[in-house]
């Protein structure tokens, strides 16, 4: 069994009774009755492929392991309190016998969420049992065969528009294949299935998620974290929504988005300003957008290389999901030395996305001193308290709660006065959710996240009809994140997040084999170098938000699910072909345009 | 196993290895010059990216039994002491990395590249960069990295050719 319709068969039963890990229902006012009076509604199937994350350190592991001294592992991982749990779990050793300890991570993009932990206990119990040191470092196919990657996702559409185009009803069922075993389907389901109806008002959505067990790996965490798969099948379906009610991408995008006041799916209110025409306007005028809408048609007629632009609007919703953020129970702490250095202990990891450099910058903003004079504690769990995976930008939303004081010098002089006087200064502060924030798991009503991101991205594309390859020309990237902390380290996520997005939506194809990666090498699975991506302009629009650290409400996540339905539509712009499974690799975009006899 | 001596930043080393042994895991583990980085070993990421004899090489792939007697040069061969060399320091100035591990095999291909290109067009810096991988997607800032590098290394060597 390697695919989604293989499991919801039900031919074969690997998992309970009907392979299902887990099912969610989002349901709001009447779907049926409101189909039954619709003038128009329009139907579709979307599909995504697994994606390797391929940071480009491959896992590794150092451990020590014997009755007397415990456990202690050193590795590259995000999450050092999941290896922490797992290890525990894995010898029976109380929590005081097992040290976790994060070394310098050459990326993870989640998928060194997980499966560090596993690599840590076979380096672990190999220890134990020879008395040596182990040390295990994957080789690349080793890495690319065994770990997680995205999951992939099959989603129906069915929706019901007003011929003005208002959306009346929206159905939506929502699949990801979470392979041979559990691990982290259930949350990567969560976040999918609530972005699944996007940042439009409609009285009456349905959304079934589910997320089924079939014979591959495990597929767990990956940047976005179940939002790309849901994003890139409701913005293709809308571009298609628009065409059937005859109004532009755009102007049915109007119609229809939330504002201030609406109520999103899940039943949350809207409670602070958004403004999706803003974006989208500021988008399209950067893009050129009218203009090359109408110049391209009448250019492409009979060359060779057609052009096209099109685009995609959507939310993402900040820190974890629904109860998450209590569950994990964030705690930071902070200490101040003698000498006036502050020393940040957090269990949020550095991967990469700037933890270190945006936590110091908090801290010493709070503070009324010097970066500098911040150091942000290396993850160990023998020295930080669990603040909770740094999953999600996470690290953002749970540090930003620091005391307040006032200059350098007094800083320094009070910190000296009082750790002679009295000893450590150390205070911890655990996270808080915003007032009023409330969430029911059991009806999966309420207010999903905190806060949202909002964002809009245009890309444009050259289509070479002899080669069948799709080249992105120019790329826009326009989103409301609160406040920007650190302008360049967050340029540098989202250029990452499209870089990668461009990746998922042309290139990146993991192609299995009796339920096993066939193509486990940099050379035969292809991601983007910078030759394949376009300059990507990335612009902000800030409004900062009351219950994030310094305003902000984390960015990391959200350029992953924009890029692949902007790029979609835009190739439906150039050619007329409507594809709706992703990669679109020349392969298939081939196979589409021989069957079409419009080309 | 056979004895080698290798020519590793100015210096020579005696190690023991099989010829087929890869120089990076030769570096990193033998010389503990772990600068150098593992990503693929296969050739494909330039992680592990080394010059030889001046000339830009994947030490992932290259044997041990090839390079005896070569003048190797790793990443730790740039700084003069806390001097960082003109190309990690436009690096740090255009703030070139997220996770960094690519970092010095882009450091490396940048080195080669002005070596034997001062002015080198945007071809040509495209043409490395189809060669290193960079998974953070940092390219654009790699870019100006380079360029960075290029203008302040043709700067100083103006200067110093004025000077004599
Ligand atoms: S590790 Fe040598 S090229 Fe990737
Ligand atoms: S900075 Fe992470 S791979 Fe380049």
Redesign the pocket.
């Known amino acids: 069994m390697s695919s989604i319709d293989d499991a919801l068969s039900g031919r074969e039963v690997v998992w309970g009774t009907d392979n299902l890990f887990k099912s969610y229902t989002v349901a709001r006012g009447d779907v049926e009755a409101a189909f039954a009076g619709a003038p128009i509604v329009v139907e579709g199937e979307y599909e995504t492929g697994s994606q390797e994350q391929l940071?480009?350190e491959p896992n590794g592991m150092l451990a020590i392991a014997d009755l007397q001294n415990g456990v202690t592992v050193w590795g590259s991982m995000q999450c050092p309190y999941y290896v922490h749990r797992a290890l525990a779990g894995l010898f029976n050793l109380p929590a005081e016998k097992i040290r976790v300890v994060q070394m310098e991570t050459?990326?993870g993009f989640g998928g060194k969420e997980e499966y560090p932990s596993i690599i840590a206990g076979h380096a672990a119990l190999l220890a134990w049992k020879s008395g040596r040191p182990v040390k295990i470092v994957y080789s690349r196919a080793e890495d690319m065969v065994a770990t997680t990657k995205r999951h992939p996702s099959r989603t129906k559409h069915r929706t019901a528009v007003t011929r003005d185009g208002r959306l009346l009803a929206m159905d939506v069922d929502f699949v990801i294949d979470g392979g041979a075993y559990c691990t982290l389907s259930p949350v990567v389901l969560s976040r999918g299935t609530i972005h699944a109806a996007g940042p439009y008002r409609c009285d009456h959505v349905r959304i079934r998620g589910r997320a089924v067990a079939t014979n591959v790996p495990p597929h767990g965490a990956f940047r976005g974290f179940g939002a790309p798969q849901s994003i890139f099948a409701l913005e293709r379906h809308m571009d298609r929504v628009a065409a059937a009610v005859g109004l532009g991408p755009d102007e049915f995008r109007r119609r229809n988005f939330v504002h201030a006041g609406d109520t999103l799916a899940v039943g949350q209110v809207i409670r602070e300003p958004v403004s999706m025409n803003t974006l989208l306007d500021r988008a399209l005028a950067l893009a050129g957008y009218h203009d090359k809408r109408r110049r391209f048609v009448e250019e492409n007629g009979t060359r060779a290389i057609k052009k096209g632009i099109g685009f995609s609007t959507f939310m993402h919703g900040a820190g974890f999901t629904g109860s998450g953020e209590d569950h994990l129970a964030s705690v930071v702490a902070v200490e101040a030395t003698r000498e006036g250095v502050v020393r940040v202990l957090a269990a949020s990891t550095e991967i990469?996305q700037g933890t270190n450099t945006i936590f110091s910058q908090i801290a010493a903003e709070a503070l009324g001193i010097d970066p500098d004079d911040v150091e942000v504690v290396q993850p160990d769990t023998s020295e930080v308290p669990n603040s909770g995976p740094t999953v999600v930008h996470h690290a953002l939303v749970d540090a930003g709660v620091l005391p307040s004081v006032h200059s350098r010098a007094e800083f320094r002089a009070a910190c000296r006065r009082y750790v002679d006087s009295y000893g450590t200064l150390r205070a911890t502060s655990r996270y808080q959710p915003p007032p009023g924030v409330r969430w029911d798991d059991q009806t999966y009503q309420g207010d999903a996240y905190g806060t949202y991101a909002w964002a809009a991205y245009v890309a444009e594309v050259s289509v070479d009809t002899t080669t069948y390859e799709i080249r992105v020309d120019d790329f826009v990237a326009v989103q409301e994140v609160g406040k920007v902390i650190n302008p360049t380290l967050a340029m540098g996520q989202i250029e990452g997040g499209v870089a990668q997005g461009v990746g998922w939506a042309l290139y990146e194809d993991v192609v299995w084999r009796e339920g096993r990666m066939a193509n486990a090498q940099m050379t035969n699975y292809i991601m983007p170098t910078s030759m394949d991506l376009p300059e990507i302009r990335v612009h902000f629009e800030e409004v900062p938000y009351p219950y994030g650290p310094a305003g902000a409400k984390g960015i990391g996540e959200l350029p992953m699910d924009g890029p692949a339905p902007a790029i979609f539509n835009a190739v439906e712009h150039a050619t007329g072909i409507s594809a709706t499974r992703l990669p679109l690799t020349p392969e298939r975009l081939m196979e589409l345009m021989c069957a079409s006899p419009a080309v | 196993m056979a004895r080698h001596v290798l020519r590793v930043n100015g210096k020579d080393h005696e190690v023991d290895a099989e010829p087929g042994d890869s120089l990076l895991s030769l570096l990193r583990d033998d010389l503990g010059l772990t600068g150098s980085k593992f990503g693929c070993g296969e050739g494909f990421c330039g992680a592990c990216t080394v010059l030889i004899d001046g000339q830009l090489t994947r030490s992932c792939v290259t044997r041990v039994g090839a390079v005896a007697g070569k003048a190797i040069a790793t990443v730790e061969s740039l700084a003069a002491g806390d001097r960082l060399h003109p190309v990690q320091q436009a690096f740090l100035d255009a703030e070139a990395?997220?996770?960094?591990?690519?970092?010095s095999g882009?450091v490396m291909a940048t080195v080669a590249l002005l070596k034997n290109t001062p002015n080198p067009t945007e071809q040509d810096i495209a043409r490395v960069m189809d060669r290193n991988?960079?998974?953070?997607g940092?390219y654009p800032r790699i870019v100006d990295a380079i360029k960075r590098a290029a203008q302040q290394m043709r700067t100083t060597t103006t200067a110093v050719g004025g000077q004599r």
């Open positions: 940071y480009i050459g990326g990469g | 990395f997220q996770c960094g591990y690519c970092t882009m991988v960079c998974r953070c940092t």
